[in-house]
């Protein structure tokens, strides 16, 4: 493991005691009554444009984004740059549907995007499979932004057995908790600004200080092997990784938005005119994730995987300590700092998200629907607070016990599992002409199929599907989606002749296709 560096810690210590000042503090940052939900939970609905910018890109782009992506290109190469366009597809897609979906939960004053789905198809089954599919995959994302934060911090040379080594992740985790049970959704908005600020200024330097320190970047790109810098050339019957790249790239675009962490971001903008204006102003962090992208070219351009000093942490870390290892070889400690510290803070921003959009689906649709009907919003919010308690505790006894490589695989399962959201959630904004019960199926067979594509595959996020002699290997959630949404579409007339027969009444606007304001 690397020395104890003291420059860096001690700034990495001074920035982020002053975040946990600032998340505490943020409990009196546009006042408002935190024993309700609404405004614990999404911040009253009052943030504007710069507000909702900073606050979806900082739980959107998390610390484990800034450790992984670039561990991604250092082993794998350029399969990692699909990223980029999958944030470049994912932004129109946010710009023609979640205006919409703002606009139907402000005026239904909806907290969840169960609150949403139920409204619009009044099934309270499918909510709750909307809710668990939610909580389930936000929670290994939880643990990742962990583990990222574990990296840093050993990265700086703390690492030991027993609680010395994991005491710098509970100090972490107890932070966590106290800033988002304190003060909720505003902690992390707030804390985001600081996150952006140190991400850019750090990206920005790196992308200039290290080709000079490396040769320009001619040299750079001549010390990466070939096989790195091109997808490989698919073979006879198969479109090999060129399908694979398109299909990761658009099923991730599609799963995106979906999570929970992401729609929170959503329904606490104070219009939908901040939704748009944001999904216009989003593609800024696609720039910025090309350039981490790039930093995995440079950690092996720089060497780093063959110094001595690094590999205890490579062996304990894998690729995941490149860009740690590539600051610490290039840069000065003061830096060094800097650096670790925007990328420990990018790990409390989205795990705190997460944790508050797990609990406000756990308060609304599972407690209050479910355990106690006659809840109130102050009764939802103690709820809510505890569950996200609960929800970051789960993360953390993840990360202490079970290897790393199960959070990947789980977190890989949780793109599969919760882009079978999708036909209830974006298509639910505009129609509800798909049958409640037809939507739960798809859902159920499109997560099942899912899981077992993504065990036959080995974990893995393709798969390779066979059609009359020839192989596309493609994203798996990408897959079933297709299937779900197909699924969906062939039992909606039968189910709704089924009940017609039966002399069930449908609801008013079934059948419709949905327009109005988006304001």
Known sequence: MPRIDWVALTIFVALFAFVAWLGLAAARWRRGDLTLLHEWGLGGRRFGTLVTWFLVGGDLYTAYTFIAVPALAFGAGATAFFAVPYTILAYPIFFMVFPRIWHICHEQR????????????????????????????????????LVGLQVVIGGLGIAGSGLAGYLPLLIAFVILAAFTHSSGLRAPASIAIVKDILIYATTLAAIIYIPIRLGGFGHIFAAVPSAKLLLAAPGAHSTGSFSAYATLALGSALALFLYPHAITGVLSASSGQAIRRNAALLPCYSLLLGLLVLMGFFAVAAGVAQRPEYAQAFKLFGNSFSVPALFLQLFPAWFVGIAFAAIGIGALVPAAIMAIASANLYARNVHREFIRRDS?????????????????????AFVLFVPTDYAVYLQLLGGIWIIQTLPAVMFGAF????????????????????????????????????????TLPGYTALYTVILNLALAAALTPLLDTIGARHGQLQRGGRGRVETGSLN
């Open 110 to 145: 909806h907290i969840t995007i169960a609150d949403f789905v139920h409204e619009r198809f009044g099934n309270r089954w499918l909510a709750l499979a909307v809710t668990i599919t939610g909580i389930i995959a936000t929670m290994p994302y939880i643990a990742l932004q």
């Open 431 to 470: 129609t509800r002409w798909f049958n409640d019960w037809a939507l739960l199926a798809g859902w159920a067979v499109g997560t099942a199929a899912g899981t077992v594509m993504a065990v036959q595959a080995h974990l893995t996020p393709t798969y390779p599907l066979h059609l009359a002699g020839f």
């Open 376 to 396: 109130t919003e102050r009764q939802q919010a103690a709820t809510a607070k505890w569950a996200a308690l609960l929800i970051k505790l789960g993360a953390l």
